[in-house]
């Protein structure tokens, strides 16, 4: 492995992470701010829901950066 798929390697395993940690606590908001404002609750929910789909992106390129190292 070269040092840039090493470096893209561990980045995708902390993006994956992080964004995993921001949409819990997106998700925790909206609960908690639901009944000031479901519309701000509702748009907070989204960007957790958009984390989650761009985190999908992300695992399915760290898989093919796997796929790749180990010559399939």
């Known amino acids: 492995m ?3 798929q090493e470096k893209l390697r561990t980045l995708l395993d902390y993006w994956i992470q992080h964004n995993h940690e921001h949409e819990a606590e997106f998700r925790e908001w909206a609960a908690k701010i639901v009944f000031s404002s ?3 609750a ?3 929910g ?3 829901a958009k984390l989650a789909e761009a985190n999908g992106d ?3 390129a760290r ?5 790749i190292l180990r010559g399939h």
């Open 2 to 4: 070269d040092k840039v």
């Open 58 to 60: 992300l695992i399915k």
């Open 38 to 40: 479901s519309e701000v």
């Open 63 to 67: 898989q093919i950066l796997t796929d």
């Open 46 to 48: 989204e960007a957790a």
């Open 42 to 44: 509702q748009q907070v």
